[in-house]
């Protein structure tokens, strides 16, 4: 990424604050770098002594377009600095931004208890009144019950409130995210506490303030949309697969109205990742424990588990059996552009394949699976050797420039799967394969349902003519 396109406008001056960030995870080290940039003073928390020592080299331990750049710039201007050591960090600090991780539990919910922790241990080492600021997404009513919780754990005589401002990054263009912002959703008790906060970023990017449960809110209810939005558009590709009908230009057409927005609409193996299947179930769990269950998310969740089963099942199809068979995955991570294989449908689909009992040989430009039984390669043309199908299941774009004929004489068959939609589609077709994606039909698909408009039109028992509309 060229930094030049994704940092701040100069013109675009915040009050310098000091500072505390805990977690240098994604999002924690994003903002932590980000804010650095603005011109804040950062000291940002980290437990993991190898993580720790990495970033005190300005190693980044995870793949961010940008990112490294902005690491290495403000640790040797010294605005950005890491510690595993909490009382420092909080040293004269009177906003602390919690970045820490709240993966699902097995129940769906959210595991907030590294919250618990960092928030307390942030209000025990605070040196002034502070505002413990909630960047990780959790379920409405979180920030007003760490308040409570967190209460007794600072020093006599200090105040500890805690503020909601959700985080929007996507993986792989977090840096570019944060400084194009779509909004900044600040929920507060206090309007002045919300200023304070709002006033971290600079003026001109648009701010939502509201009330804290609203915050958490408008978190879980995006990241719930665009999974419907997904779910809705895999459902739709595959119904023009039964239909015959054209999924690019149908999902193309939808999303050119700009009430839908052609955003999200793009068909595939599933939405993963840690976020979207996380907020999803964190959504119909907070919605079913308010006695307002959601069908519509849990509808997108159902979807979501089909259109994985479909997408192995057709390539089941394509084969005949899947029994002794070689398949080449081509991508592991979750989605192109990050090395995060959390939730990944690609490595989903390893297992499923694997499961009907295919031989699997994946490869990944920068994901790696550090789980047993998943037998990854250094290069595609590797993966294919020999291999009876070959199925891209990461949208990256070196797979586009793959060599047709190359893969041709290293492949035993002659079935491309590209459930991402990234190949083009003629120079295989042309090198002798059978390509199949996610809303194109098998060879043998054809358009049965023509005589249902045709039943439609007659109205039987009735004299024939055309009625007035
Ligand atoms: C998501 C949201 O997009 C961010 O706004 C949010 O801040 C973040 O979660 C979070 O909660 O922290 P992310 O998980 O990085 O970001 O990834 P997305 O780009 O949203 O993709 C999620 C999944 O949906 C991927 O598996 C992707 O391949 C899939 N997807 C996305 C589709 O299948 N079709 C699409 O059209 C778009």
Request: hydrophobic share 45%; net charge negative; proline share 6%.
């Amino acid at each position: 990424m060229n930094l030049d396109d994704s940092r701040f406008q100069a013109s675009e001056s915040v009050e310098p604050t000091r500072i505390c960030v805990i977690g240098a995870g994604y999002v924690g080290l994003t903002a932590a770098a980000c804010l650095s940039e603005l011109g804040h003073e950062v000291r940002c928390v980290e437990v993991d002594a190898t993580r720790l020592a990495a970033l005190a080299r300005a190693e980044i331990p995870i793949y961010e377009p940008g990112l490294d750049e902005l690491v290495t710039r403000h640790t040797s201007s010294g605005r950005l600095t890491f510690t595993d050591d909490m009382a420092s960090a909080m040293d004269g600090v009177s906003v602390a931004l919690l970045c820490v991780g709240t993966p699902p539990r097995s129940d769906g919910e959210p595991d907030l208890r590294q919250l618990g922790r960092a928030a307390t241990a942030a209000a025990a080492a605070a040196t002034s009144d502070v505002a413990l600021v909630v960047k990780s997404t959790v379920p409405p009513g979180t920030c007003e019950a760490l308040e409570l919780f967190v209460g007794g754990h600072a020093p006599d005589g200090l105040r500890v409130r805690v503020v909601s401002n959700p985080e929007f990054l996507r993986e792989g263009r977090a840096v570019w995210d944060f400084f194009h912002p779509d909004r900044v959703v600040v929920g507060a008790d206090d309007s002045d506490l919300a200023r304070v906060v709002a006033g971290l970023y600079p003026s001109s990017w648009p701010l939502v303030a509201c009330s804290r449960r609203s915050a958490e809110l408008v978190k879980y209810a995006s990241n719930t949309f665009l999974a419907v939005k997904i779910s809705f558009a895999n459902e739709v590709a595959a119904l023009c697969e039964a239909l015959g009908a054209e999924t690019d230009k149908v999902l193309g057409g939808v999303g050119l109205d700009a009430r839908i927005g052609g955003a999200f609409l793009n068909p595939g193996p599933g939405f993963g990742g840690s976020c979207l299947p996380k907020d999803l179930s964190g959504f119909i769990a907070v919605a079913e424990s308010a006695g307002r269950p959601s069908e519509v998310a849990r509808a997108a969740q159902r979807a979501n588990d089909t259109a994985l089963i479909t997408l192995a099942a057709k390539i089941e199809s394509a084969l005949g059996s899947l029994e002794g068979r070689t398949i080449a995955v081509l991508g592991l991570a979750f989605k192109a552009g990050t090395d995060d294989t959390r939730f990944s449908p690609a490595v989903a689909l390893v297992r499923e394949l694997e499961k009907r009992g295919a031989h699997v040989r994946a490869h990944d430009p920068i994901a790696r699976v550090a789980e047993p039984g998943v037998h990854q390669v250094a290069d595609p043309y590797e993966a294919a050797h020999g291999a009876e199908a070959l199925v891209v299941a990461t949208g990256w774009e070196q797979y586009r420039e793959l060599d047709p004929l190359r893969l041709r004489e290293a492949m035993s068959g002659h079935v491309i799967m590209d459930a991402v939609g990234v190949l083009a589609i003629e120079p295989l077709r042309d090198a002798g394969f059978d390509l199949y994606g996610i809303g194109r039909g098998l060879v043998t698909s054809f358009a049965p349902v023509l005589w249902r408009p045709l039943e439609w039109m007659l109205d039987a028992g009735q004299p024939s003519g055309v009625a007035n509309p």
